[in-house]
């Protein structure tokens, strides 16, 4: 067997190799960054499932699960509560982030810098439409 192995060849294999798993890095990081995100389950879809398994594993009784149902629900609008001011604060955190980092960019740096952050926060922002139009408990 000849080893014709020259040193174009091998930094020729080499790219090929370096340039197949870019490319394959950039498709799996598109598809991870802009899939959707999961849908989330509801109050109701929760209190249900953990009512369910109370009631199997510590063999609740009708009238226990009718009695925790509402302390259920109440702790779920409360937690969705908690996720909306979470929100609005994690906004205003985001604003002082964007403004401390836009002060150490070039304005063509900072022009795309405001192109991904406005594609990230339409994301954001349909996601807590969505939280927001879930039904409430």
């Known amino acids: 067997m000849s080893q014709n192995c020259s040193p174009w060849k091998v930094a020729t294999a080499l790219a090929g190799i370096f340039i197949a798993g870019l490319?394959?890095?950039a498709f799996l990081c598109h598809a991870w960054c802009y899939r959707e995100p999961p849908p989330r389950s509801s109050a109701d879809h929760?209190?249900?499932r953990l009512l369910k398994r109370m009631t199997s594993e510590a063999s609740l009784t009708s009238e226990q699960?009718?009695?925790?149902?509402p302390i259920m629900q109440d702790f779920c609008h409360c937690l969705s509560s908690l996720r909306q001011k979470a929100y609005v604060e994690a906004a205003a955190v985001m604003r002082e982030m964007d403004a401390r980092i836009e002060?150490?960019?070039?304005?063509?740096?900072i022009e795309?810098?405001?192109k991904m952050q406005h594609c990230d926060r339409e994301r954001w922002e349909q996601r807590r439409r969505e939280n927001a139009a879930a039904p409430a408990p």
Do not use: C, F
């Open 23 to 25: 490319l394959a890095g």
């Open 46 to 48: 929760y209190t249900d």
């Open 65 to 69: 699960v009718e009695a925790l149902r």
């Open 103 to 109: 002060a150490h960019l070039s304005p063509k740096q």
């Open 112 to 114: 795309i810098y405001r």
